[in-house]
C-alpha cells in the first residue's frame, strides 16, 4: 500500500509561493498517476491537479489552473506542486496520492495564505 509524506508547506502572503513535495513508498511509483488534493477547514477534500506516469498529461481543477503546476521526479519516487499567486482560499492541507487515490493518507502539509 502507498506511503506518502508531504511537506513544504507554511505561512505565506497572498501573491507568493511555495513548493510542496511528496515522497511515496509502496508501488512502483513510475507506474502510477499521481495527484494533490487538498482540504480546507471545515469542507470536504477536492481534487487539484494529476500528472500520468511519464509527466507528458497533467491535469488542473480550474481553481488553480495557470498558478499551480505539477511535476514528478521518477527517479526520487517524488511529485511536486508548485504554487504561485497563492490566495487566501488556498489555505488547506495539501496531500498527494495516486490517482485515483488509494484509500491510504498521508498527514498532508499546511498550507496557510494571508491578506
Known amino acids: 500500500q502507498a506511503q506518502a509524506v508531504e511537506s513544504g508547506g507554511g505561512l505565506v502572503q497572498a501573491g507568493g509561493s511555495l513548493r510542496l513535495s511528496c515522497v511515496v513508498s509502496g508501488p512502483p511509483f513510475s507506474l502510477y498517476y499521481m495527484a494533490w488534493f487538498r482540504q480546507a477547514p471545515g469542507k470536504e477534500r477536492e481534487f487539484v491537479s494529476r500528472i500520468s506516469q511519464n509527466g507528458g498529461v497533467t491535469h488542473y481543477a480550474d481553481s488553480v489552473q495557470g498558478r499551480f503546476t505539477i511535476s514528478r521526479d521518477n527517479a526520487k519516487d517524488t511529485v511536486f506542486l508548485q504554487m504561485n499567486d497563492l490566495r487566501p482560499e488556498d489555505t488547506a492541507v495539501y496531500y498527494c496520492?495516486?490517482?485515483?487515490?488509494?484509500?491510504?493518507w498521508g498527514r498532508g502539509t499546511q498550507v496557510t495564505v494571508s491578506t
Open positions: 496520492n495516486l490517482f485515483p487515490p488509494s484509500s491510504s
